[in-house]
């Protein structure tokens, strides 16, 4: 595909991105209008994003639904559908291509895109693929009220594209564990919610029979309330059931790192359940309902 052949618009959130946007921009470079959402960074993130073409759009970043909903209620879009792609994320012409059909076609006002996940050069085939609704037509989705991990609430049908975006990140090690710290305080304020019975309106409804989110949460459930162990089952089942042995030592070294993860989450649980901790001071405005 050349150059702006595709009618889509493309959102791209940003926060000291100047190691990935560039490439992130010209992965999807096929399409016709590229927004780049940034939270006020500090580097040169806005800079790379304007001499590559995009418009760039700020805003202070809140939490992850509230920011893209505020993109997806507010910026003027010069097309009818919006893929939402991550910095560190990258689209092929093939992906252009599908897109392309799809959207002529009409058939859905979604479709689940496919992330294929690379780290220390390679593939990490145990946690492919994971579904994430991310083309979506205007005024027919918006992400559900969840902190972390959010996902989109569709009016209509959704469909699933073939072709993947890949995300590989960069930033190198440190920025995957200071991100995933943040991601497993908000997981584990988003766990605490679910065990207490808060306010769970305007989240996505879990079902085993669909793929991807739905599915995902369901499982997610179960195992917070009734599986011991969670981070390690989490180990094993990427590492044996998924097969992430056959991944070699990336697949063991993301492996672990999931692992970790979980026993993250489950640790600031627990500290949640102390109303004078700091994890409660710090994320107890989430919890007040």
Do not use: Q
């Amino acid at each position: 595909m050349t150059a702006a052949t595709v009618p889509v618009s493309v959102l791209i959130p940003t926060k000291d991105e100047e190691r990935n946007i560039a490439a992130c921009i010209e992965s999807v470079a096929w399409a016709d209008d590229i927004v780049v959402l940034d939270s006020h960074s500090t580097d040169r993130t806005v800079e790379i994003a304007e001499a590559h073409g995009a418009r760039v759009v700020k805003r202070v970043f809140d939490d992850f639904a509230t920011h893209k909903n505020w993109a997806i209620d507010t910026i003027a879009f010069r097309n009818p559908w919006l893929l939402i792609v991550d910095a560190d994320e990258k689209g092929s012409a093939a992906l252009a291509r599908e897109i392309m059909a799809r959207t002529r076609a009409e058939p859905h006002n979604g479709y689940f895109v496919p992330i294929l996940v690379h780290m220390w050069n390679r593939p990490i085939r145990c946690h492919y693929p994971v579904y994430n609704l991310r083309l979506i037509r205007l005024g027919k989705a918006r992400y559900e009220r969840r902190i972390v991990h959010e996902h989109m609430i569709v009016e209509g049908t959704t469909g699933y594209l073939k072709n993947h975006l890949l995300n590989a990140d960069d930033k190198g090690i440190e920025r995957y564990i200071d991100r995933h710290n943040t991601y497993s305080s908000f997981e584990a304020v988003e766990t605490y919610r679910l065990l207490h019975g808060l306010a769970d309106e305007g989240k996505i409804e879990g079902s085993v029979w669909r793929r991807g989110p739905a599915r995902n949460r369901v499982l997610k459930n179960f195992a917070y309330r009734h599986l011991p162990a969670r981070a390690l089952f989490v180990f094993l089942w990427f590492y044996v059931v998924k097969r992430g042995f056959l991944d070699g030592r990336a697949g063991f070294r993301y492996c672990l790192l999931r692992l970790f993860y979980e026993y993250e989450v489950s640790l600031k649980l627990k500290e949640l359940e102390d109303p004078h901790s700091p994890m409660r001071e710090k994320y107890g405005r989430y919890l007040a309902d």
